[in-house]
């Protein structure tokens, strides 16, 4: 186990992500359109893609999560997961390499 700050998780997850053999699954309570810019390129070539988010509509209204990353995420081949009470940050991949922490895919989240 390891405690990364910001810029060693960015470094890290993108490495595990972009070799990647299958699939990612990501649990975090917001996401942005910084954050999910950063993500979508280094998970294309995966055949399973999961994001399970709180998608709550006071979320969107204060800015804590893009609307518009749901729309590209379906049309990037995304699956979508609600849980409403989500606080967790989670990335598994490959059901290997699991990534457990504070950051939530937003640009201060992974420090971008």
């Given at each position: 186990?390891?405690?990364?700050?910001?810029?060693?998780?960015?470094?890290?997850?993108?490495?595990?992500?972009?070799?990647?053999?299958?699939s990612?699954?990501?649990a975090?309570?917001?996401?942005?359109?910084?954050?999910?810019?950063?993500?979508?390129?280094?998970a294309?070539?995966?055949?399973?893609?999961?994001?399970?988010?709180?998608?709550?509509?006071?979320?969107?209204?204060?800015?804590?999560?893009?609307?518009?990353?749901?729309a590209?995420?379906?049309?990037?081949?995304?699956?979508?997961?609600?849980?409403?009470?989500?606080?967790?940050?989670?990335?598994?991949?490959?059901s290997?390499?699991?990534?457990?922490?504070?950051?939530?895919?937003?640009?201060?989240?992974?420090?971008?």
């Amino acid at each position: 186990m390891e405690i990364l700050d910001s810029t060693n998780l960015r470094k890290r997850l993108a490495d595990a992500i972009s070799h990647g053999q299958q699939s990612i699954t990501i649990a975090s309570a917001f996401i942005t359109d910084a954050g999910y810019s950063w993500l979508n390129p280094l998970a294309n070539h995966l055949s399973k893609k999961l994001i399970i988010g709180r998608f709550a509509p006071s979320d969107f209204y204060f800015g804590a999560s893009s609307f518009s990353v749901l729309a590209r995420a379906l049309d990037d081949g995304w699956k979508l997961g609600l849980s409403p009470n989500l606080h967790s940050k989670v990335t598994i991949v490959d059901s290997q390499k699991i990534f457990l922490g504070s950051s939530n895919l937003t640009s201060h989240g992974l420090g971008l």
